[in-house]
Antibody
Framework: QVQLEQSGAEVKRPGASVRVSCKAS????????ISWVRQAPGQGLEWVGF????????HFAESVQGRVTLTTDTSTSTAYMELRSLRSDDTAVYYCSRYRVASDYWGQGTLVTVSS | EIVLTQSPATLSLSPGERATLSCRASQTISNFLAWYQQRPGQAPRLLIS???NRDTGIPARFSGRGSGTDFTLTISSLEPEDFAVYYC?????????FGGGTRVEMK
């Protein structure tokens, strides 16, 4: 069965960086992209970025452009999101999802808290 | 970027009633629209892709229609587990964007 397993919760200071991992299983990793979505407390869904796992091409939301890097390790079927220069408004649950025409499988979410 | 506007923000209905949710795009997006359901404390769940294609295992009471700029998600007869927040998402242009969501609450 398809599963996406994300890394655990993080607490970071403003200005720091965070890396969230997303390990995929149950399908051929390079046949679907990975989309990242975040949700601030009590708020709606915000798309963060996408990586094409077969060639590494990426697309990002303007709100994180220049601060985010998406990568994959195809040998372990793992995707990574690194977000730098963290601000308080980056506090959110970050989700990875398997994506082709839509996000059909999701990880459990990783809470990233940015606080001084 | 393409802005998706969902209405109403909140829908108060009783089990067994019909729910009609709207998503309007700021420019034409063909049929490149998906709908998701999110229950409290859970990850979103894909209901419909490309405006009208139900995902595997999604009950037939969920249906989607529309093209261009106006889209509708209909739940024909609400079950207790359907009270949740619903989001639309477009894939016509990068960046992908979500609507602000519609909360379907029990009256």
């Amino acid at each position: 069965q398809v599963q996406l397993e994300q890394s655990g919760a993080e607490v970071k200071r403003p200005g720091a960086s965070v890396r969230v991992s997303c390990k995929a299983s149950g399908y051929t990793f390079t046949t679907y992209g990975i989309s990242w979505v975040r949700q601030a407390p009590g708020q709606g869904l915000e798309w963060v970025g996408f990586i094409a796992t077969h060639n590494g091409n990426t697309h990002f939301a303007e709100s994180v452009q220049g601060r985010v890097t998406l990568t994959t390790d195809t040998s372990t079927s793992t995707a990574y999101m690194e977000l730098r220069s963290l601000r308080s408004d980056d506090t959110a649950v970050y989700y990875c999802s398997r994506y082709r025409v839509a996000s059909d499988y999701w990880g459990q979410g990783t809470l990233v808290t940015v606080s001084s | 970027e393409i802005v998706l506007t969902q209405s109403p923000a909140t829908l108060s209905l009783s089990p067994g009633e019909r729910a009609t949710l709207s998503c309007r795009a700021s420019q034409t997006i063909s049929n490149f629209l998906a709908w998701y359901q999110q229950r409290p404390g859970q990850a979103p769940r894909l209901l419909i892709s490309d405006a009208s294609n139900r995902d595997t295992g999604i009950p037939a009471r969920f249906s989607g229609r529309g093209s261009g700029t106006d889209f509708t998600l209909t739940i024909s007869s609400l079950e207790p587990e359907d009270f949740a927040v619903y989001y639309c998402q477009q894939r016509s242009n990068w960046p992908l964007t979500f609507g602000g969501g519609t909360r379907v609450e029990m009256k």
